[in-house]
């Protein structure tokens, strides 16, 4: 499984992106993530979503800004972010694992993209 990360950019606090993710290769069953890495940090969970959509999981810090979704037809995962504010600023990451459970640290998932910048001017 090959995973590409795309939609980052320059925005201003209070605006927003859309981040995606599309993945080459078989990901039947596969639970999708976000995960962010900011400077001298660790990177840490935005959220992530099961095979059918039916279970989807949010950072305290994102939740009721951001929207996680996936298109399995297309093979995509995206990442609505609204109501941006620069401790959102870090490089996003797409990830993948197979099957479900509670993949909330990075150690859970098998597959990386290889990350897209974003950054939030005051």
């Known amino acids: 499984v090959q995973l590409q990360a795309y939609g980052g950019g320059l925005v201003q606090a209070g605006g927003s992106l859309r981040l995606s993710c599309k993945a080459s290769?078989?990901?039947?069953?596969?639970?999708m993530g976000w995960f962010r890495q900011a400077p001298g940090k660790e990177r840490d969970i935005v959220a992530y979503?099961?095979?059918?959509?039916?279970?989807?999981y949010y950072a305290d810090s994102v939740k009721g800004r951001f929207i996680i979704s996936r298109d399995n037809a297309k093979n995509t995962v995206y990442l609505q972010m609204n109501s941006l504010n620069v401790v959102d600023t870090a490089i996003y990451y797409c990830?993948?694992?197979?099957?479900?459970?509670?993949?909330?640290?990075?150690?859970?998932?098998?597959?990386w993209g290889q990350g897209t910048l974003v950054t939030v001017s005051s």
């Open positions: 990830a993948a694992r197979q099957g479900g459970g509670l993949p909330v640290v990075a150690a859970q998932y098998g597959y």
């Open positions: 979503i099961t095979w059918t959509s039916d279970r989807t």
């Open positions: 290769g078989r990901t039947f069953m596969y639970t």
